[in-house]
């Protein structure tokens, strides 16, 4: 089955501009995952959608946010872009939610979006 | 929040040696997976191991709950095992989110 999947992979914005990001999940999967990943903070999360509702949020400013569809698809969006925005954008999905027992609630991670803010 | 430290940093080995790569967390977890992150960017699960003991092919990983720390064991070293490995932590109880940990990087030299 096809994994999950991020566009844009690469982008380059301008400070002050804004980017949504896409993830569509793997098939079935209902939970999707946001993480920030920088050299300095690691990887940190943002938020997770279930059945299109926020279940949880990371430390981030108002100006990330998030939304997922009905087919389980979900953008993420930042505006007025900073330049310590720039970083690996991980989407991740999985069947249940993470805190989930389900021991076959396996995570699996697309290959990123790489946001540069300049 | 609960903090997630993992040992080596860094790592540098010969093809063919074995390694050992260790994770100590803060608090009691629910969950506790491995992760390598391949040169591309993409995280790969490797464990799903909240305890105990489980093996796949040159990989394996223990998890001893009772002492806060899990540790992943590599057998063989390929190149192909080269990267950064990462285990991360999801507390429950209204905390359900994976908090990751510090990350080992690993380099097997041919």
């Known amino acids: 089955k096809a994994g999950v999947t991020q566009t844009p992979r690469y982008l380059i914005k301008t400070r002050g501009q804004q980017v949504t990001l896409s993830c569509s999940p793997i098939?079935?999967?209902?939970?999707v995952s946001w993480y920030q990943q920088t050299p300095g903070q690691g990887l940190q999360f943002l938020f997770e959608?279930?059945?299109?509702?926020?279940?949880n949020k990371g430390n981030f400013p108002g100006r990330f946010s998030g939304r997922q569809f009905s087919n389980s698809r979900s953008e993420m969006n930042v505006s007025t872009l900073e330049l310590g925005d720039s970083a690996l954008y991980l989407c991740?999905?999985?069947?249940?939610?993470?805190?989930?027992?389900?021991?076959?609630?396996?995570?699996?991670f697309g290959e990123g979006s790489w946001l540069t803010v300049v | 929040g609960i903090q997630v430290e993992q040992s080596p940093p860094d790592l540098i080995l010969q093809e063919g040696a074995n390694s050992t790569l260790r994770c100590n967390f803060s608090?009691?977890?629910?969950?506790l997976q491995w992760f390598h992150q391949n040169p591309w960017g993409q995280l790969i699960n490797l464990f799903y191991?909240?305890?105990g003991t489980k093996q796949n092919g040159r990989l394996s990983a223990t998890t001893v709950a009772t002492e806060r720390y899990s540790l992943l064991y590599i057998s063989s070293s390929q190149t192909t095992d080269s990267g950064v490995y990462f285990c991360?932590?999801?507390?429950?109880?209204?905390?359900?989110?994976?908090?990751f940990g510090t990350g080992t990087r690993l380099t097997i030299i041919p």
């Open positions: 991740a999905s999985s069947l249940m939610p993470t805190g989930d027992l389900t021991s076959g609630n396996t995570i699996y």
């Open positions: 959608y279930f059945s299109e509702t926020q279940r």
């Open positions: 098939s079935g999967h209902r939970s």
């Open positions: 991360a932590v999801e507390q429950g109880f209204g905390n359900e989110k994976l908090t």
């Open positions: 191991i909240p305890s």
């Open positions: 608090d009691s977890v629910n969950n």
